[in-house]
């Protein structure tokens, strides 16, 4: 990257740049000190008040352009600053070669300084005013009319614009003074547009031309009064301001000088400029001054009136804002511990023991694996998934929560069975991928009957939640199970896949059977691996889009006993392994490998062999195509006590008609009922 195409850094300007800085400053300091002390004959103040003077001028005029031919970045506003003090120059230089030339042509010259310093002041103030508030917007116009009654009180004074006859000149003269409060009210409105930060260039721009404005003003008292002569400290001030102006033109670009609110800078605009339409005030009475400048410092005060309340405004919504986010968690958007416990304790108020409402306490099973595979930035949007999963799914009945890490929490009105809203938003919190699944085990506590304010409630929510976890967590699951739910993942990921929903849909049912803990961890163990023994069937009779022969069909009725065999090698294992055995056959006796009917077959098989069915129906096959839910729904209805167990087939149907969400995908039911 070359230096032409970079924004001026932190650093210093390049060697050449400083030299030529240096050289000017001391040309600058040479003239006052002339200016002061009156050394030398005739000649050597013709070279300090007009060759001195001059090359001064060219130079800053010089840096600028260098400046803005340099570097891409601010251009245009150190191009016109350039042109504009170049045009100056010339009209010095004009006037030392030449004394016969029309004033008025030289004064055209002079004057596009300040068109150039307009369009340099806004453009540069512009880059920093990018969000604007009302209270910027306010001290700008304060800034603006403040500066507009002084100068207009400044005007009016009488004696101090020179009372040259001839319209041409008088207007000339009053020119310079209205262009330099025009260039003040510019930096003002522009520092204000941009919340009174001000990097290092505008600041030393602004400088600059407060110097010129002052200077100008002793200048245009001097020659009202007759007191203006050449070669005096009053020049050295002008060659001081448009050296500024050069250095600002070589100052880092994103070096702030004031970069944080205070209460300095917050109340600086209004008092200082309520101040200073106070003075004007003060000063046109005693003066007897009326008119604009009356005027327009009253509008000031009115303005700084104006402005007060608008901080006053912007103040409170930043409470009220600092207050939101302070019960909103950054991650998921969701309510965060604060906010929950400000909810619980509003609605422990509002419970009663005939309404309760439900607090459901959530903790990420298998998201620590997840993380350390994927990375926290996968992590972290996972969260913020099943964060946004969440609330929609409390949204009708109350409101969702992060607690922090990868517990979250809802706060509901009790509509129906706690069971069930319960179960149904642990659905919520599943989600699944090749090597991973994302589960969900939780506790739940009824406000108003179990528990009366917020330290109580989670306490026990969360008691319930760990006893859920050390039932069905990883103390109690083997790691056999999850060596053989590994394979079957390798094996076919589809496979996998489909073994967690069965397993979701078993354990809901078998919850509303209302099973024992130790027979549902058996229930769901035999869901996830009752097709274990698939993966000894070759892939081309497990994918074969063809009906299968009488052969194949034979092979593949095997996988049954293979399950069997694979878990009845851990001892631990054979009891899962009694009921994958018997997870075809069918009601009817017409099943395999034993032919077993009715209530022969355990009933964990008995429902799973329902389930199973029903996640086969409504998933893609590379045979077929998935049947629609409701389609799959009936199927089980026709088949009810035939190859299902009808009452089972009922309390399924039910429970099915309970969970239903049109826009939730199979993906979006994977379950993992032992909470991993």
């Known amino acids: ?139 700008g116009l304060i800034g603006g009319l403040a500066v507009a009654a002084l100068g207009a009180v400044v005007l009016s004074t009488p004696g101090l614009v020179s009372s040259q006859s001839g319209s041409v000149r008088t207007a000339l003269s009053i020119s310079y003074p209205l262009a330099d409060v025009l260039l003040i009210g510019a930096v003002v409105v522009m520092l204000a547009l941009g ?148 909810d619980i304790e509003l609605a422990v108020a509002q419970a009663t023991a005939t309404e309760p409402k439900l607090m459901l306490l959530f903790d990420l099973n298998g998201f620590k694996r997840y993380n350390d595979t994927f990375g926290h930035p996968a992590g972290d949007a996972l969260l913020g998934r099943l964060g946004r999963k969440l609330a929609a799914c409390a949204m009708s009945a109350g409101r969702a929560y992060r607690l922090g890490g990868d517990e979250f929490c809802a706060l509901l009105e009790l509509s129906g069975d706690p069971a069930v809203l319960a179960a149904d938003l642990a659905g919520s919190l599943l989600e699944s991928g090749e090597h991973f699944t994302i589960g969900a085990s939780y506790g739940e506590v009824l406000l108003g009957s179990e528990a009366r ?35 079957l993942r390798e094996r076919d990921p589809e496979l996998g896949t489909h073994v967690q929903e069965v397993a979701e849909l078993a354990h809901r049912l078998g919850r509303r059977l209302g099973m024992e803990a130790e027979d549902l961890r058996d229930l769901v163990a035999a869901a996830e691996l009752h097709d274990i023994g698939k993966a000894a069937i070759p892939d081309a009779i497990l994918g074969k889009p063809a009906a299968l022969d009488s052969e194949e069909r034979a092979f593949i009725e095997r996988h049954t006993l293979i399950g069997e065999r694979i878990l009845a090698a851990a001892p631990t294992g054979r009891a899962v392994a009694t009921i994958v055995r018997a997870t075809h056959e069918r009601y009817d006796g017409h099943g395999y490998p034993d032919g077993l009917s009715s209530e022969q077959i355990p009933l964990p098989a008995r429902i799973i062999a329902i389930c199973d069915a029903y996640q086969a129906m409504t998933s893609n096959r590379s045979y077929r195509a998935a049947m629609p839910r409701q389609q799959a729904l009936e199927e089980l209805r026709r088949c009810a006590g035939s190859q299902f167990d009808p009452a089972l087939t009922r309390m399924f149907l039910e429970l099915a008609q309970d969970h239903r969400r049109p826009s939730r995908t199979p993906a979006e039911r994977v379950a993992d009922a032992e909470g991993r």
């Open 1 to 139: 990257m070359s230096y032409q195409d970079r924004v001026l850094p932190r650093s210093d300007a390049p060697a050449g740049i400083r030299i030529a800085l240096g050289a000017l400053l001391c040309m600058v300091a040479a003239h006052l000190v002339h200016s002061t002390l009156g050394f030398g004959g005739e000649w050597i103040g013709e070279l300090f008040d007009n060759w001195v003077y001059d090359a001064v001028m060219v130079g800053c005029a010089a840096l600028c352009i260098a400046r803005a031919f340099s570097i891409d970045h601010a251009r245009v506003a150190w191009l016109f600053l350039g042109a504009g003090l170049a045009c100056d120059a010339a009209g010095e230089i004009l006037a030392s070669i030449s004394e016969s030339l029309a004033p008025t042509f030289q004064d055209a010259l002079y004057l596009c300084l300040y068109v150039g310093a307009y369009v340099a002041i806004v453009l540069l103030g512009r880059r920093r005013a990018m969000h604007f508030r009302v209270s910027m917007w306010l001290d």
């Open 195 to 342: 919340g009174w930060r001000a990097y290092r260039p505008f600041l030393a721009i602004a400088t600059g031309f407060s110097i010129m404005a002052v200077a100008d003003g002793v200048y245009l008292f001097q020659e009202a009064h007759g007191t203006y002569s050449v070669g005096t400290p009053l020049d050295s001030l002008w060659l001081l301001s448009v050296l500024i102006l050069a250095y600002a033109a070589w100052q880092p670009d994103g070096e702030s000088v004031h970069g944080k609110d205070s209460l300095g800078a917050i109340m600086a605009a209004p008092v200082l400029c309520g101040l200073t339409a106070v003075g004007v005030l003060a000063y046109g009475s005693v003066e007897g001054i009326v008119g604009a400048s009356t005027w327009l410092a009253a509008a000031t005060l009115v303005v700084v009136l104006g402005r007060l309340v608008a901080t006053a405004g912007e103040n409170l919504r930043l409470i009220v804002s600092s207050s939101e986010l302070a019960n909103r968690d950054a991650l998921t958007g969701l309510g965060n511990r604060r906010a929950l416990l400000q």
């Open 453 to 487: 304010d917020a330290g109580e409630a989670l306490r026990i929510a969360d008691q319930r939640l760990y006893a859920q976890k050390t039932l069905l967590g990883r103390s109690s699951r083997p790691e056999w199970r999850d060596v053989l739910l590994g394979l």
